[in-house]
């Protein structure tokens, strides 16, 4: 009988299989790319490098600058998802528990900016942060990226907080509780699923970020990775080995947390959160 | 839904108290500039104060007749094709194909299958470049393997197929997204509907589409949602992959507003695009939310 079902589904895999082949074959050879040289380069595009060779990793590392480039994106990833967590849980715990006069203008002006696309703000955002002497800094690209991250940030979190059990609330407050204590003793715990998938959407959408920080930075030594790596392409195009090592170095640190963090990164996507 | 009340000796503003910093960072860096964004596309302005000139709606009208915007504006609903279109199909040929019965070790699919989501578009762009190389890419040696050495290009160099090219890339990015999105629907319809269905005598595809499409129509929205917006921004993948060339055959209205603002200093120009960009993008999302909303009415 479980024989039978197993036939039964066969083709079924085979189909899936095909379709994840498309996907992973492009990665795969990626992969295999980075450890090759560039005479196992011409070989065969999926033949397998002889020996795991790091020097192609080695030289984007330093040659390239992506000690700067990983540095930059680590401290401004880092910054962003906490205080953009921090200021969303706030802001959509007062949207979805507290009276908040005003909230019928406030809400929608808030997730005006979920909508639109950097392009909308990118030109007047560059000749303020000229004005203010702060491009070439990490501020240039933190805080324009909080606003939008908040901006989401409160759409799903207020949607966590007005869903919340008010019994429980209920409860604190006759026990002493004041409004900063029940969110913070209370409700925190029990938000754990939303904060997580919060987190990985942020990190993703900060590492990834391109068209801010290259308007943005014009020092080689204070770019993010996607923007080190574009620029990267354009001066090493032809030496592929060293080209894939860039680009491994980039997606590195997002495929370590998708792997750990996966129910969270597709439960928030498939909710509809949109990649830029 | 419930209404908040007060607590007693609590001032009415205080909710304003957790909002402030966010908003406040919000309206600074984000709703700002966006005001600004459309201020600016009223002005002729190279970006010397100095130099700024009202032209009231000048700007737009131009753009009326203007080959560049509109080519850009056409390869992004172009792009509509390979982005959305393309994979939803697909996307949804394959859930109605196996979404049926349980797939033990679905999660395992879904893993990889959502993998290219999550990469950055400038990775994505490198790891096309090489499988796109005329020399010693993946695609032209696999064509040689195969014999078929006509069909091998330059890919992103040539006028005709460079759209379509890195049109594709989309399409690799988007259909496992729609995959994993529908098969997760499909496990929600009861299996007796299509029991039922066939002993009415409908065929497969009278099935797809009475019980299969309706029943699938939030997951559409959202797929419809997620893939045109991302047709509609398209601008890390260009920059890396063809700079909107060759001649302006892969241009998008993202690169478009990049170039005139910042490497041409026309950005009254670049503003009025950029702000015909971003209605573009609200007028569509809330038409397919519109769309979604009727169809939740109507079950």
Known sequence: MKRQAWRRLLPNYLILSLFLLLILVPIIGLVFSAFKTDTEVIKGPLALPSQLRIESFKEAWTTGRFNYFFRNSVVVTIVVVTISVFLSTLTG???????????????PLLLVGYMVPFEAVIIPLYHMMDNMHLTDTYWALILPQIGLSVSFGTLWMSSFFSAAPSELV??????????WQILWRILWPLARPAVLTLVVLIFMWTWNEFLLALVMIQKETMRTLPVGLAFFQGRYSADIPLMAAGALIVAGPILLVYIVFQRYFIRGMLGGAVKG | MKIPRRWPGESRFHGWLY???GLLIYLVFVFYPILETFRTSFFEWDGF???????SFQNYIALVTDAQFLKA???????????SIIPIVIGLFLASLLGRKPLPGLTFFRTGLFLPQ??????????????FNPTFGLLNVGLRALGLDALTRAWLGDFQVALPAVGAVGTWVQYGFCMVLFLAGMQRIPEDQYEAAELDGANEFRQLLHITLPSLRAELGVALITTVIAALRVFDLVYVTTRGGPGDSTLVTGFLVYRSAFQQNQLG???AVATVMTLLIFVISLVILRFQARGEEGS
């Open chain 1, 170 to 179: 209920d409860a604190a407050a006759i026990d002493g509780c004041n409004r």
């Open chain 1, 93 to 107: 715990y007062a949207f979805g528990m507290l009276p908040v006069p005003g909230k019928r203008i406030l809400y």
């Open chain 2, 269 to 271: 120009y670049a503003s």
């Open chain 2, 19 to 21: 909002i402030l910093p």
């Open chain 2, 73 to 83: 504006l056409l390869n992004n609903l172009t792009f509509i094709i390979f982005y």
């Open chain 2, 118 to 131: 999550i990469l950055s578009m400038v990775v994505v762009g490198v790891t096309w470049r090489w499988i």
């Open chain 2, 49 to 55: 104060s100095s130099n700024r000139v009202f032209v």
